[in-house]
């Protein structure tokens, strides 16, 4: 078979916020940007890199999404347990210091980890974990 990954999906509740971090942070190229206010579908992705992309959606609008659901996809956004990312980069110290001159929420450092990565994590405006990981 020949699979690729395409898109994957992280929530917002703040488009601006989050585009502001994924391209002006991260340096992602805007693919698309459908929608108005909160209810807005922005898919970005690495230059270079046309065949992969992240869709950044409204979090629980979903028709078959029950209030009692809704409710907790919220409530795990904002407690930062909700959604995440594993990138990589050759530069994860260059990556780190630029991200986090972008204000993001560090929460953890580059760091030697003991299953032989290095890697760093920050939350992005929503509160998705985004864990950066250094190719060796």
Known sequence: MDITIHTSFLP????DASLAFYRDVLGFEVRSDVGQG?????TVGPAGQP??????????V??????????????????????????????????FAKVQSGDAEVVQEPTEQP?????CAFRDPAG??????ELR
Do not use: C, F
Not at 72 to 91: F, H, P, Q, S, V
């Open 128 to 133: 998705n974990l985004v864990r950066i990981q």
């Open 115 to 119: 299953y032989g990565i290095r890697d």
């Open 38 to 42: 909160k209810m807005r579908w922005i």
């Open 12 to 15: 917002h509740d703040d488009p």
């Open 51 to 60: 065949s992969t992309s992240i869709l950044l959606a409204p979090p629980a």
């Open 62 to 95: 979903d028709p078959g999404i029950t209030e009692d659901e809704r409710r907790t996809i919220l409530e795990m956004m904002a407690k930062g347990t909700y959604g995440w990312i594993l990138l990589a980069t050759r530069d994860l110290d260059g990556v």
